[in-house]
């Protein structure tokens, strides 16, 4: 028997009960062992619950218990997940969570710790929710270099955006009927300007790269300024518009982005809708890769804990995770990254194509029927240091997009 | 260092040698250890070849020699493959393979073997080509019971399809077409009439479910019938045509049965086109998830070949992989499955609904306006033999098409 402490009974860790109890036998049969919850940390009590008796208000008392071997970590946020689950590893405990802040922030050290004890942190539920991606970049990407990994990372936004485009409707609306369903947040910040994205790419970028990438050094850019216009171009060019968080390999430099991109209909992650997430690689032998799932919800997120869990019994007494170095990978300044743009600008394309070639050089118009006094219109490949100087002699810009084929 | 035997240079084989020499550096990093080629074994010579120098032409010379810690079985087929793995795992060294037909006939025992000796068999090129799919299976989707596996697992009859959707040509100008670029074979029967497909939807059901599923009871249907005129119905109604091998779990029931079934545009699959491979699967708890990628070709092969190399390598005296056992899983009749079907039949609507919907109950027609003198319609949902003894009444059936929703 393998005693397992669980730290948070939200909605993850609650689900992590519910996947536990649901499919005991296969799980005890996968791992070996048999997966007994002996603690459940929680400031509440839960008068009632199957849990009740196993819940603690003291962290002291799980770390302090020689027979609990691995801790699960599903409370969120930096503090005190970070010091309860360096405390853990410190003790010799593995560690499996779904806490992205964390392991954006302090993956590496963890990751090293418990190498030096021999012993496992484990975080596939931090990114894609229960898409497998963190296992397979671990132990199944391994011949390959990898120059590019890019995701649908967020499933909030990406809901936003497909009922946008599917129905028509501007953003506040749609954030709005998102809030009343429970798919986005009462402060939905951290996934409307990006922010989560951003921590999960950075995750993927120090495991496909080996080295730490930093997320305050990504360029991040959410889709608060995407509008219902900005869709009937999309859909126009038979496009769509998806927040993708990517990072790319270009000769010695290394690029990170979150920002808003129009994809075309050939592009992996074109039909990844709705809540559903998708992260695409490409490596130099393998070519391209995709995978697709739920990227959040408390059952999902659950199964990828729980596969951790079953892993981290699996190999008490042997690391498994590769490393990344606590090397920072320097980003290339992302103005010097190139790209082609969608532009929309108010006007009149036939007045005003000339003067606009004369800035952007060859550009290809776009028109929207039902959207007079504007039109749009997409450029070649440049930097986007250059569009930033070409924009400015621009006059009438809404907004800019920009591509990816 | 490791020192590893290849089996066979033909096209999978050069490309296991041109990966890793390709990506020398980052893979000896990861397996912790320089891999050296040490025998390349084929019935040819390479002269000239930089490995002219490691071909021999002795199986035994290879498992003879006590430094081949690792055998990678690229021959294809189920002999000299079976007697040679089988050699070579008894004689307690780690084989990865890309052969599925001997994974498929053979991969319990051996996997059983691997067990015994605490070694490894590995096998994730068998199925996907360059996708992680094995791995995952076995080491990512532990904490779910899998209750659906569908793939498209053939990149040749997926070419020929996606070819027909999109140009509008008829099975035989495609085939022809593909033959002479190198997409399928000049001895095409075992892609088109689903055998190959037939084989890896058995290697993952038995993986999936734990017990052994023989391909030959698996009801296998190609896509030879397939015509043009199918393919519009299919636009018409805003679906795809897919070859796919699917196996379920109804109740108590295991169904599994290779067939082109008509897709809608909401399926992961839908959009999985020319040689791209995809494997959907459905987890109680984790709900949907799809891998996406390069399902044959000599690189994305090799890649999950070495990848498999680099796991057993990290992995020397220990054995990683889930057994199947060799418990037969009883499949359902498939008489008993149930689906809905599209159906072509000569004639006019107007004068035969009457008649079809006596037989067939309430069905719903579709028209292509360029197809005179003929229909179609889509039947509600109903057993196999309830549908075959149907269509017996029915006059004029020119094909019959399964759904998947």
Redesign the interface.
């Known amino acids: 028997m393998i005693n397992i402490g669980i730290l948070g009974y939200g909605t993850v860790g609650s689900g992590v009960v519910?996947?536990l109890n649901?499919?005991q036998e296969?799980?005890n049969k996968?791992?070996n062992e048999e997966i007994n919850i002996k603690y459940v940390l929680d400031l509440r009590d839960f008068p009632g619950d199957p849990i009740q008796n196993k819940i603690v208000h003291d962290f002291d008392k799980i770390i302090k218990d020689e027979e609990i071997k691995i801790i699960v970590e599903v409370m969120g946020g930096v503090e005190p997940a970070y010091t309860f689950v360096k405390n853990a590893l410190l003790a010799g405990k593995s560690v499996c969570t779904s806490n992205k802040e964390l392991v954006a922030k302090h993956g590496c050290e963890l990751l090293q710790i418990a190498r030096e004890k021999n012993i496992n942190f484990l975080f596939?539920a931090s990114v894609g929710g229960?898409?497998?991606i963190i296992?397979?970049l671990n132990?199944?990407?391994?011949?390959?270099?990898i120059d590019e990994i890019t995701g649908i990372l967020n499933g909030t936004t990406n809901y936003i955006l497909s009922k946008m485009a599917h129905e028509g409707l501007d953003f506040d609306t749609v954030l709005k009927d998102a809030q009343d369903k429970g798919f986005a947040e009462r402060h939905p910040e951290a996934d409307i300007e990006g922010y989560d994205a951003c921590r999960k790419i950075a995750i993927l970028s120090s495991l496909a790269f080996g080295n730490q990438v930093d997320y305050e050094d990504i360029y991040t850019e959410g889709i608060t300024k995407i509008t219902a216009e900005d869709i009937k171009y999309a859909n126009q060019m038979g496009r769509a518009i998806k927040l993708l968080a990517s990072s790319k390999r270009v000769g010695d430099s290394f690029y990170a982005m979150v920002a808003p991109f129009m994809i075309s209909?050939e592009h992996?992650l074109?039909?990844v809708n709705n809540v559903?997430n998708g992260i695409f690689a490409h490596?130099?032998?393998?070519?391209?890769?995709?995978?697709?799932?739920?990227g959040a919800?408390k059952?999902?997120t659950?199964?990828?804990?729980?596969?951790d869990?079953?892993?981290a019994a699996k190999h008490l007494n042997?690391n498994i995770m590769?490393l990344w170095s606590n090397k920072k990978l320097e980003l290339a300044d992302i103005r010097s990254s190139k790209t082609r743009f969608f532009v929309r600008v108010s006007g009149n394309e036939n007045v005003q194509l000339n003067v606009i070639e004369g800035i952007f050089g060859k550009v290809e118009v776009v028109k929207v029927s039902d959207l007079k006094d504007e039109f749009g219109f997409v450029t070649e490949i440049m930097t986007e240091a250059d569009y930033q100087v070409k924009a400015e002699k621009c006059e009438g810009i809404i907004n800019r997009i920009r591509i990816e084929d």
Do not use: C, H, K, W
Request: charged share 15%.
């Open positions: 519910e996947v649901t499919n296969s799980i996968r791992a596939e229960g898409i497998p296992r397979p132990s199944s990407l391994t011949a390959d270099e209909s992996p074109f039909s559903f490596g130099n032998v393998l070519g391209d890769v995709m995978f697709y799932g739920s919800g059952l999902p659950a199964s990828a804990v729980v596969a869990v079953v892993d042997r590769q």
